[in-house]
Each structure stands twice: as C-alpha cells, then as structure tokens.
C-alpha cells in the first residue's frame, strides 16, 4: 500500500537519494526547510516524515515540535549528519520517532519506514 512521505532536507543531493530510495514504494511530497516543512506537513497530512535536524531557519529539532503538534500521531524520523555524542537523545527528546544518521544505510533506513508506518 503507497503511503505518502514527507521528505525535508535542504541539501538537494540528500533529497534525490532518499526519493531514489522511497518512489517506487510511496508518494513523495518534498520541502527544503523548515518552514516549509511544517506547512507542506499541514497540507498533505503525511503518513511520515524523514526531515533533517540542520535546516536554515527553522531547525529540524523546532520543525518536528510543529508538526507533532498539528499531527500528533504521525511518526517523524531525523535524518541527520549530526552524530556527536548526545544529537540522538536531543533529537528524540525534541519529539522525533527515530534518529538515522548520514551516510544512510539504506536498507536499515526502509526497515525503520516499513516498522513505523506498520505500526500506526
């Protein structure tokens, strides 16, 4: 069953790799901040969302808190290069399901897509 996911990044490299990863599987609806994010997110009613925590203007960390609050139940996970001790319990402690570092594992990653979006 095709889901639609939301995928925010602001490097548009990352962007292309995690659409080549989710097209076939899913619809995909794309933002490059935060802002933007949380708009797109209002609009669309995702089923998930993979989002960047490095965004210019709104971060990742403020942009999960907005959208958990207008959809609470919809599960976000942090895509990040951010990986110094102590980035994936902020992350998780700001509201993200999930943290999944860069470079992706992509495999792991679809595993991470298929057990949230199962578990709703």
Not at 87 to 93: I, S, V
Not at 97 to 109: A, M
Request: aromatic content about 2%; proline content about 4%; hydrophobic content about 50%.
């Amino acid at each position: 069953m095709r889901r639609r996911l939301l995928i925010v990044d602001d490097r548009e490299l990352d962007r292309e790799l995690l659409v080549q990863i989710f097209e076939e599987l899913h619809d995909i609806e794309l933002a490059t901040d935060g802002e933007t994010a949380v708009d797109v997110a209002a609009a669309t009613s995702p089923d998930l969302v993979l989002l960047d925590i490095g965004l210019p203007g709104l971060t990742g960390l403020e942009a999960v808190r907005a959208i958990k609050a207008q959809a609470g139940g919809v599960p976000v996970i942090a895509v990040s290069s951010r990986v110094m001790p102590g980035d994936r319990e902020q992350a998780l402690a700001a509201g993200f399901d999930e943290f999944v570092s860069k470079p992706i594992d992509d495999v792991r990653l679809v595993e991470i897509v298929d057990r949230l979006l199962d578990g709703r």
